[in-house]
């Protein structure tokens, strides 16, 4: 059984109009596609394919045109009030740009404390302690539970996000280029507890990335989107071989880390 | 906010000096009125009526006798009051309407913000002497009408700050974090929306001071005995030429206090306004 799901699920934006109709503007295209338990899963796709648009529809934050997201095999349209609330437990997101990310007039505490307080009842103590607790597993101190936003940076206020993302212990994250702006070091810090959280509670990641080398090393499944449509679904291999022309030219375009392995066309 | 206001006050220059110092004079007599007035506001003395200003009398007396300086005291805590309730009504029904607006979009922002257009088509002063027309005379009919005709301008900007804020992640993230509507909105939103606002507001103040006293001095709003400003300018037309000062002291309170609202709200928004902040170089 798949965790979460979408089936033909088209997406597109109308511009509301009192007079006739609107005109819609196309972003996705029968899309389909399953995330199980436990899996490792990476889109990849240019600027403006519409991966964080489809991210978006995952996680309920707006309903498709047509088709459906299911969550647990129930269509998020039929979820009942506690149902939902099941599902912002099961599924988090990290956002790409962390300041964007965060209400400016609340201290990390509260940024933290939120899911804590609306998904998992935790009261004042206890949530202070799994704030605590939440921070310093993303390696964060406790004093900067009192912080405001501008006070830290960019890469600190990025695991601030994650912090939050794992607060409710959810089974599945979307994380959208949530690790690309942090350093190497703090990169594998991430990445090694994502997979330690993953051997002990089978927590499922959705990877948004550019990042070629992460979906080697850390996924099992690649998919590759173009213009609004999944074009390829394949299993990761070592190294990666991805078989569609668009898939391709994603990879080309990335240099390699090495200069030793750019091939020089003579 | 003490440290605030006196930072705000090392870098006013001395116009905004005067006014903010001007408007605590206001304040302070709108508060104190009744312990201030040297005479009773409306005690009627026919023998000295249209007295020159003399030492009991600082600034004379009107046409039945009343102490002009005792009036506008009074008439101060009026004026103020009206306005404060005014305002408050305006950023009630503005930030509701608005708010539900640019939340809900779609097609209950369409309906919503047409019936707003209606409201932004008419004249002010025009909308609000028919609502007037329609309520009543009196002070409360008045604050109500002036609301009513003020509220529309509020709710276009609340909805466009809510629609530039409703889609931005951190709003997303707090979805995510399973907020209710009703909580993004007092939590998230609010704080974001009501700095840009509390400027517009000072901006407004003189405007609405002006409106209320416009009002009353029509006839339509305090009605007679009571000091307001407006209410002297109207009893003191009769004596224009006989007793100018009669006039002049209404006028000059309502000015002072006027230019001091408009000054200070430049100032505050020439300090909240990032983009402004951007120009000068700050």
Redesign the interface.
């Known amino acids: 059984m798949s965790l979460l799901a979408a089936r033909g699920v088209h997406h597109g934006y109308r511009r509301?109009?009192?007079v006739g109709a609107g005109r819609v503007t196309p972003v996705l295209e029968s899309v389909d596609l399953d995330i199980a338990p436990g899996e490792t899963l990476a889109l990849l796709g240019r600027s403006g394919c519409g991966k964080s648009t489809l991210s978006?529809l995952l996680?309920g934050?707006e309903t498709p045109t047509s088709g459906e997201v299911r969550f647990e095999d129930r269509p998020l349209q039929n979820l009942a009030k506690t149902q939902w609330?099941a599902l912002?437990?099961s599924v988090?997101?990290v956002?790409?740009?962390p300041l964007?990310?965060?209400?400016?007039?609340a201290r990390v505490a509260e940024i933290i404390g939120?899911?804590l307080e609306?998904?998992c009842e935790l009261k004042g103590t206890a949530r202070r302690d799994r704030v605590v607790e939440l921070l310093e597993a993303v390696g964060l101190d406790a004093g900067d539970a009192d912080k405001y936003p501008q006070q830290m940076s960019g890469g600190q206020l990025q695991r601030v996000?994650i912090a939050?993302a794992l607060a409710?212990r959810p089974k599945l994250i979307i994380l959208d280029e949530a690790v690309s702006n942090l350093d190497l070091h703090l990169q594998i810090r991430m990445l090694s507890l994502f997979e330690q959280l993953q051997r002990e509670h089978e927590v499922a990641y959705l990877f948004i990335t550019h990042d070629l080398r992460l979906v080697e090393r850390f996924c099992s499944r690649v998919v590759v989107m173009e213009a609004g449509r999944i074009v390829e679904n394949t299993p990761v291999t070592r190294p990666l071989r991805l078989t569609t022309h668009e898939g391709r030219a994603l990879q080309d375009a990335v240099l390699p880390a090495l200069p030793s392995q750019m091939r020089i066309a003579h | 906010m003490l440290r605030s206001v006196s930072d705000f006050w090392q870098d006013a220059g001395w116009p905004v000096r005067g006014a903010m110092l001007m408007l605590v004079v206001l304040i302070l007599a709108a508060a104190l009125g009744p312990w201030l007035t040297p005479h009773d506001p409306n005690a009627v003395d026919l023998v000295n009526r249209l007295q020159s200003p003399s030492l009991s009398h600082w600034l004379g007396t009107d046409h039945l006798g009343r102490d002009i300086l005792s009036r506008l005291i009074a008439g101060a805590g009026v004026s103020l009051g009206s306005v404060a309730v005014t305002m408050s009504l305006m950023l009630l029904l503005g930030i509701t309407i608005g708010g539900t607006a640019g939340f809900l979009?779609?097609?209950a922002?369409?309906?919503i913000m047409?019936l707003t257009d209606i409201f932004l088509t008419f004249p002010t002063l025009v909308l609000a002497l028919f609502l007037i027309g329609m309520l009543g005379t009196g002070l409360v009919n008045v604050i109500v009408a002036i609301a009513l005709s003020h509220w529309a301008w509020y709710a276009r900007i609340v909805r466009s700050i809510v629609l530039s804020l409703k889609h931005?992640?951190?709003i997303?993230?707090?979805?995510?974090?399973?907020?209710?509507r009703l909580r993004l909105f007092t939590r998230?939103l609010l704080?974001?929306i009501l700095s840009p606002l509390l400027v517009l507001a000072s901006l407004d103040v003189g405007h609405i001071m002006l409106h209320v006293s416009g009002l009353s001095f029509l006839g339509l709003g305090v009605s007679a005995p009571t000091p307001e400003w407006g209410v002297m300018l109207s009893d003191a037309r009769q004596y224009v030429w006989t007793e100018p000062l009669l006039l002049f002291w209404p006028g000059l309170a309502l000015l002072l206090s006027v230019m001091s609202f408009n000054l200070l709200g430049d100032a505050v928004r020439d300090r909240l306004d990032p983009h402004l902040q951007l120009e000068l170089g700050h």
Do not use: T
């Open positions: 509301f109009s009192l978006r996680v934050l609330q912002r437990r988090q997101m956002f790409q740009d964007g990310a965060v209400n400016p007039r939120e899911p609306h998904l996000c939050r409710p | 979009g779609g097609r922002d369409q309906v047409r931005r992640n951190f997303h993230a707090a979805r995510l974090a399973g907020v209710s998230h704080p974001a």
